[in-house]
């Protein structure tokens, strides 16, 4: 079974072979010492097959200065395999166990912390909640925590909160009730960033604790969520601080072209500086996205109550009026000859041969008075 120390060899080099460093300063010749393994701080061991953590010795010499691990999308199956692997890590910031598959349950010895761990990517691990939480308590300096495609649908509260977290990545859980998602604002009351692409969620509702459970939130992603009704957008306005929004691929928009669903998302979230990741929010564009509100819903039967915050701020609008500034193909003429009287039109960029030409059936004579045909021309080139 490929374990920790195996892959490090196989991608970083055997220590038992060893490059002497050689460094030169003033002339003077300076050999590392014989023996020792130079590895980076940062150890990049994904899609390595590692199945153990191996043994200690070899471990102790492999991670000796290693901050970050990523082991992501190994054959992981048990927790003390990491916990071993993470004993020989105390100075470590970063550890990625992504996509192992782990089949035996959390059990943390009492003394096993993480205390220098500021963040924590869990993703695809299924990880029980109840666990996770469990792992949390042992972060004492947690910072980032990614735990999307878990399978997260109720998430029960904790009676710990963690204010150290300030960013999580919830992608990809089945969580749709929005209470459940108030479950990660309480238990984590400093969250300055919260990504909830790809879930279930259809509303934000009008009784949720926005300002309660995240005071802190600048940093909102909602997209390929299932919200349906604007009102839910207008909502987004409760949270305090929130200052940038993701907010696209939504059954809401569907109906929407490109530009109107910028422009009304931007007159509804009067909050938001940054949309989907875009420039700033100029008051220029936001000043023209609130009129653009206006005039879509003035026709409207039913208007939102945002419609009427901005008619306070903008005033009543008239509609714009299509005016179309393309120049004139074409031209109606009134043709008088003896007694027949008839319309006939033309195009404007006709000569007076061709005229004549379009003249000669409908009125059944030849025309060879060119007085008349310059006439003719005068008219339609006044035109």
């Known amino acids: 079974m490929p374990s920790l120390p195996e892959a490090v060899d196989k991608k970083y080099g055997d220590p038992e072979n060893p490059v002497t460093e050689v460094a030169c300063i003033a002339l003077q010749l ?10 980076p701080s940062v ?3 994904a899609d390595c097959d590692i199945e153990e953590a ?8 492999r991670c000796d200065g290693v901050r970050e691990l990523d082991i992501a999308n190994n054959k992981l199956k048990h927790w003390h395999e990491v916990v071993k692997i993470l004993r020989h890590l105390p100075a470590l910031s970063f550890l990625n166990l992504s996509f192992n598959r ?6 943390l010895p009492d003394d096993f912390q993480l205390g220098t761990l ?6 695809g691990t299924s990880i029980p909640w109840h666990e996770l939480i469990q792992l949390l308590q042992r972060t004492p300096r947690l910072e980032e925590l990614h735990v999307s495609m878990n399978g997260y649908e109720q998430l029960k509260r904790s009676e710990h909160k963690y204010p150290t977290v300030n960013r999580i990545h919830f992608n990809n859980n089945p969580a749709k009730d929005w209470q459940q998602i108030e479950v990660l604002g309480e238990m984590f009351p400093r969250l300055e960033a919260l990504v909830l692409a790809e879930c279930p969620i259809a509303e934000l509702p009008d009784d949720g604790h926005y300002s309660e459970y995240f005071p802190q939130l600048r940093y909102l992603s909602l997209n390929a969520c299932k919200i349906t009704e604007w009102g839910s957008v207008y909502n987004i306005n409760n949270f305090p601080l929130l200052s940038e929004l993701r907010l696209h691929n939504c059954p809401l928009y569907e109906n929407y072209n490109d530009s109107d669903r910028r422009s009304l998302t931007i007159a509804a979230v ?10 700033l929010i100029s008051p220029k564009e936001r000043e023209d996205s609130e009129r653009r509100f206006i005039r879509y819903y003035m026709q409207h039967e039913h208007k939102p109550v945002r419609y009427y915050e901005l008619i306070a701020l903008h005033g009543e609008l008239y509609p714009l009026v299509d005016i179309s500034l393309k120049p004139t193909k074409e031209v109606e003429v009134k043709i008088v000859y003896g007694d027949i009287v008839l319309t006939h039109r033309f195009n404007v960029y006709l000569k007076v041969l061709d005229v004549k030409k379009q003249l000669e059936p409908v009125v059944s004579v030849v025309l060879k008075s060119l007085e008349l045909s310059l006439k003719i021309m005068a008219l339609i080139k006044a035109n």
């Not at 300076?30 to 590895?39: E, F, I, N, T």
């Not at 782990?102 to 059990?107: A, K, S, Y």
Request: aromatic residues 4%; positive net charge.
């Open 102 to 107: 782990f089949e035996t349950p959390l059990i």
């Open 43 to 45: 150890l990049i061991l």
């Open 118 to 123: 500021t963040r924590l990517v869990l993703n």
């Open 270 to 279: 009067w909050r938001v500086k940054r949309l989907n990741g875009g420039a």
């Open 54 to 61: 191996g043994d200690d010795a070899e471990l102790q010499k």
């Open 30 to 39: 300076k050999r590392s010492k014989p023996g020792r393994q130079r590895l």
